[in-house]
Each structure stands twice: as structure tokens, then as C-alpha cells.
DNA sequence: CAATTTATTGAACACTCATTCAATCAATAA
DNA sequence: TTATTGATTGAATGAGTGTTCAATAAATTG
């Protein structure tokens, strides 16, 4: 069960390795033998810990997803007035950090398979249905806190939602760092007037 | 120079037949082999007409991205006042019509490639400059004509596009066309609201 | 310790891939 | 008509693919 068994430490291994080779050539270029020679191994051991490549391809969405709900998890649980709470996540969310969570050419790529099989659609929709949620949660307690109205609360976290995964397409397209951090601010700015932070 | 030349029309039987396995099996799973399969033909003919698996690739991404700006293109020539210009944009924007112009999969997989090919991202790029650059000029003269401040133009342009690609990118993450449709009506408002139009 | 399970090797499989090349066939031009 | 160009074939290449399988080495368990 724990993580330091051998089986354990190898996936991880032969996972990092898949991550790594897909950051730099594609998924869609990686291959088994690849990561087999990057950790100087045969070809079957891989084999042997994932039976196929959809296996591979299935495990590495699962850690890029964990990813991503473990920073909000965290700062969902943080102490704080839920006034703190929503004005911290709203800057994480716009953040380079939320956007280094996971190389965007990886993540685009596996998002992409989402049209060809139900098993990955079905993950990123846990995901995305999840962040929505635990978004929702937090605007309503701050709505509340503000003795606001709460039933937008929902819809107020589908609109950030829509801002920050827009941003992070929209970005990608602009040459510079700067543009980049400027877009993401304004971006931000709007959906605190949306939230009426501040 | 006419498309009626043997070669510009084998170019777009190819290149259409590369689109529909695309569609089927994945960009990353489609071959020159499959193509000439489909076509009926060699594989060396493909070759022929495309040198490379990159050209070929590079192809279809221009025909996509015309895709995009032809619809554009024709909504801002039409006649009309700024305000009505304006509103049919978004409505547009919003649509179905707008969503289906090209494979979902197709696209994200095609987007995928801009973090490896200088060459693919620099087409992107244009593109989206392109509309933005339309749409903001269509903004400022709407403002102007309603004689307002039209220094905030871009912005809202930036605004929009953010709102289109992160609601294309939200609802397919949700199961039913009903569900879509009551996120791109509710994305729609926002923007509206945003260009305080009606 | 012996028994058994797991990790790892190494060779082999059938397949698909992009690309090449010379040989024909058809169309166009001089 | 002949010369020339372009369209198409068909066979071949070498490299890479995911996967299988039996054999061996190492670790774990009884």
C-alpha cells in the first residue's frame, strides 16, 4: 500500500519519464520504447506496470488532475473570512503558478482525447465539475458573509471558470511575458468586479 | 491559378480526407497511408502533393483558421449601423454555427502543436490578432457612434475573446446540448453586458 | 532455509509509418 | 507530331511502434 513500494516508485518513475518525453516531443510522439531508454530499462518492464499506452496516457491525466485540485483543495481548507478565502483563490487562479501546474501542450493534448474517448472525457469532467463546485461553495459562503444574495453564486463560478480557462488559451498567443501577466491581470480585475471584491 | 487545376483539386481531396480521419481517430493517429486508403490511391501520390506529414499538418490548419476569418470577415462587411453590427457579431460569436465551424478535436490537437512548432504558433497567432484586431475595430466605432469613450475598445475585445475560447473550451465538459446551450446563452449576456448593449 | 512471488531481461512478433525511386501513364505545349 | 511536363503506380526501405513470451535475477514470504 504505501507509496516506497517498488511497484509504486516505478510507476512514478516511468510516469515522470512519459511526462517529460511529452513535454519535449508531443504525446503523441512518446512512445514506450522512449521511456524505456530514458531510464535505461527494456521496453516490456514498462509493459509490465502498464498494460497498454492508453494506460499511460490514462495515468498521466490522473496526475495532472490531482494536480490541479490539490492547490485548490489547499486553499480551499485554508483558515480565513471567506472574504480572505475568495479574494486568495482568485489570485491563484490568475496566477503564472496555477499555469505552471502542468506544461499546456501536454495538457491540450490530453484534452483533446476527450472527443475520442469517454473514459478521459469522463476525467476532466470529474475535475472540471469539481473545481466548479468547490468554487461555487466558497462564493456562496462570501455571499452570505456579505448578507448578499446567494443564488448566483453558481453562476458566478461557471463565468470565472469561463475567464480563467479563456485567459490560459489566450495567453499562449501573446509573444511576450509581459502581455501575458497584463492580459491575466485584467482578466482578473474583471472577474473580482464580478465577485464585487473590494 | 484556378482551383479547377488537377493539382489545387487532388490538394483538397487529400487534404479533406486527412480532416475526416482526423475527426475519426485523432490527428496524431492519421497517416499519409490511411489518407491514400481512403483516396484509393498510393501512398506516394500523397507525397507527392504534400512532401511531409508536417505540410500536410500545416495544410490543414490554414484551412481551418480561414474558416474562421471568412465567417468573420463577412459579418463585418455587411451593411449596417455599428449597434446592430455589433449584436449580430456576438450573436454569432455564441452560436452553434460558430462552435461547429471546425472539429473540436481536430482544433485542440492542432492548438497542441504551437508548444513545439514556431511555425504552427506564429499561424495561431495571426489568426487570433486578426479577429481581435476586427472585432475591436468594430467595438470603436460602435462606442464612438454611441458616443462614448472608445479608448476601452481592445479591452473589451480581450474581454469577449476570453469569454468565446473559455466557453468553448467549458462546455465540453457538460453532457447535454441543453446544458451547452444555457452556458453559451448565459457567457452571451455577460458579454453583452459588458458592451452595455440593449 | 525453501517456496513463491515480483522485477527485469532479451529476443522476437507482426504492423504501421514516412519516405524513396524508378517506371509508366496522361495531359499539355511547341 | 514530338517533346516535355505532371500524375500516378508499385515496389522497396529502414526505422519505430505496441505487445508477447519465456528465461533469469531479486525480493518477499512462509
New binding site residues.
Given amino acids: 500500500m504505501p507509496l516506497t ?3 509504486e516508485i ?1 510507476k512514478q518513475e516511468i510516469l515522470k519519464a512519459f511526462y517529460q518525453i511529452a513535454i519535449s516531443e508531443g504525446v503523441e ?6 521511456i524505456a531508454k530514458v531510464l ?15 494506460d499511460l496516457v490514462s495515468a498521466l491525466i490522473d496526475y495532472c488532475l490531482e494536480r490541479y485540485f490539490q492547490i485548490f483543495e489547499e486553499e480551499f481548507s485554508r483558515p480565513g473570512t471567506p472574504s480572505l478565502k475568495i479574494k486568495n483563490l482568485i489570485e491563484r487562479l490568475f496566477s503564472k503558478e496555477w499555469n505552471d501546474l502542468f506544461d499546456d501542450g501536454v495538457f491540450y493534448s490530453c484534452y483533446s482525447l476527450i472527443f475520442r474517448s469517454d473514459d478521459i472525457k469522463s476525467k476532466f469532467k470529474i475535475l472540471h465539475e469539481g473545481l466548479r463546485k468547490k468554487l461555487s461553495l466558497i462564493i456562496e459562503s462570501y455571499l452570505e458573509f456579505k448578507g448578499e444574495d446567494k443564488s448566483q453564486a453558481e453562476q458566478l463560478s461557471h463565468q470565472v471558470f469561463t475567464l480563467v480557462d479563456g485567459s490560459y488559451y489566450f495567453i499562449n498567443m501573446l509573444s511576450t511575458k509581459k502581455e501575458q501577466a497584463l492580459h491575466l491581470e485584467s482578466a482578473k480585475k474583471l472577474a473580482q468586479t464580478l465577485l464585487k471584491i473590494r
Fill in positions: 513500494s517498488i511497484t516505478r510522439n512518446s512512445s514506450m520504447a522512449k535505461e530499462v527494456q521496453p516490456s518492464l514498462i509493459v509490465h506496470y502498464f498494460k497498454t499506452k492508453e
